[in-house]
Nanobody, 121 residues
């Protein structure tokens, strides 16, 4: 099976930076798309940023210019560099991986457990 683990969350003051990491492991044949989602209490889960296997990226408007998504295909890792953090960025951040496995030819979706980001004013 596929395992997805996020790390790098923590408590930071407004204006500070954090770098989130997402590690995928298991019977992965190929990772297609990797995405970062976030969910704050009482709010809908939203797509923050995504990156394809070719390196194409997209961001939600609220983080453009502040967040940068990247990936290392060889290491099966994804990163989210978050700069100029705002209290509104406080949320549980999830890694989502779309991948094929050796035992299953179709693309499946795998979620991590989430890493908490808290930005204080």
């Amino acid at each position: 099976q596929v395992q997805v683990v996020e790390s790098g969350g923590g408590l930071v003051q407004a204006g500070g930076s954090l770098r989130l990491s997402c590690a995928a492991s298991g019977s992965i044949f190929r990772i297609k798309t990797m995405e970062w989602y976030r969910q704050a209490p009482g709010k809908q889960r939203e797509l923050v940023a995504g990156i394809t296997s070719d390196g194409s990226t997209n961001y939600v408007d609220s983080v453009k210019g502040r967040f940068t998504i990247s990936r290392d295909n060889a290491k099966k890792m994804m990163y989210l560099q978050m700069n100029s953090l705002k209290p509104e960025d406080t949320a549980l951040y999830y890694c989502n991986v779309m991948a094929t496995t050796y035992g299953y030819g179709n693309t499946d979706v795998y979620w991590g457990q989430g890493t908490q980001v808290t930005v204080s004013s």
